[in-house]
């Protein structure tokens, strides 16, 4: 199986603030990863897929990069409505796995 | 808007059995593989079954195999969970997602929990 590895785990940071979390795999994946937010109570959202592509309705200040074995999610500048946890996933084989999530807290 | 509803989670004893369903709406369910994830409370998420578009392809994960088994109803825009055998470490939020063609989840349900307790 492949396993993702987040860091940090834990985030605390202000409003306006850039932000990057890193999602590490144990082998390569090319690009098949994708990035969710999930919000107490919610089922998760996909912000990003195919590690750089934007979901449609997501604001362009969260961005993806990366490719085999390391990958990234920025957001540029931090609003009030960012403040949750956030899973990488790979998508290239199965059994389809996820990063342990990193929790963003307002500082 | 992709509409996906979850039910049938409830409390069970370890070794009972529960069936649970996904009902969609608004979009073309016949055409879409469809997979179950499952939240263990407080921690992390666990994608636990696949099945293809056409209910011929399933894959499960290991600790589900021989327990579980996915199936639909594109008649009646259904997806469900049979789970038997339950165990205490299945006890989580089960939700349903719609696979993308990037193999990432565009739409999931609500969830619904499955407590195993005696």
């Known amino acids: 199986d492949i396993q993702l590895t987040q860091s940090p785990s834990f985030l605390s940071a202000s409003v306006g603030d850039r932000i990057t979390i890193t999602c590490r795999a144990s082998q390569g994946i090319s690009s098949d990863l994708a990035w969710y937010q999930q919000k107490p109570g919610k089922a998760p959202e996909v912000l990003i897929y195919d590690a750089s592509t934007l979901q449609s309705g997501v604001p362009s200040r969260f961005s993806g990069s990366g490719s085999g074995t390391e990958f990234t999610l920025t957001i540029s500048s931090l609003q009030p409505e960012d403040f949750a946890t956030y899973y990488c996933q790979q998508c290239t084989n199965y059994p389809r796995t996820f990063g342990q999530g990193t929790r963003l807290e307002i500082k | 808007q992709v509409q996906l509803v979850d039910s049938g989670g409830g409390v069970v004893q370890p070794g009972g059995s529960l069936r649970l369903s996904c009902a969609a709406s608004t979009f073309a369910f016949s055409t879409y593989g469809m997979h179950w994830v499952r939240q263990t409370p407080g921690k992390g998420l666990e994608w636990v079954a696949f099945i293809r578009y056409d209910g011929n392809i399933k894959y499960y994960t290991d600790s589900v195999k021989g327990r579980f088994t996915i199936s639909r109803d594109n008649s009646k825009n259904t997806l469900y969970l049979q789970m038997n055998n339950l165990r205490v470490e299945d006890t989580a939020v089960y939700y349903c997602?719609?696979?993308?063609?990037?193999?990432?989840?565009?739409?999931w349900g609500q969830g619904t929990l499955v407590t195993v307790s005696s």
């Open positions: 997602a719609k696979d993308h063609y990037s193999g990432s989840y565009d739409s």
